[in-house]
């Protein structure tokens, strides 16, 4: 199974950008990276130190609901291109574990899908979860702080 990494919308990073609300209405907050611990949901790399940054509220579903949750994401300030690649991005590498959960078609999380999976045993379980004919996607979250990192599909 070949495994899709998504960046977070680029219609809604564009209007962040440009001032646009978050998730909570707010405009997004600016800083400057420190280098660690700043991962970029858009390009799914690492915002190298001193550069510009944005910390907003995010909630990668389609409307509010029950299990949609909503938390802080971090964006480049500048722009940057959208994640495409076929490997495991970078910011999935710099964590000794993270969070996966399942979801099903309606936006509802599968139960008994959520696990904390060791870092380089993360694609495995993604793909375990995508055989799942319940799951149309997989989360990955911060095992730590549960801040959404990015979303799992499998590669067409």
Known sequence: MKLHYHPYDSGFVATVRAGGPDAYGNPAEHAVS??????????????PKGAPMLILAARPFPKPQPYAETGPIFLCGDNCAPWNGEDVPEILTS?????????NAENRIVYGSGKVVPSELLPAYAETLLGDPRIAYVDVRSSRNNCFQTRITERS
């Open 34 to 47: 420190d280098g660690a611990g700043n991962p970029c949901r858009h390009c799914l790399r690492h915002i």
């Open 95 to 103: 964590s000794p574990d993270y969070l996966l959960k399942g979801y």
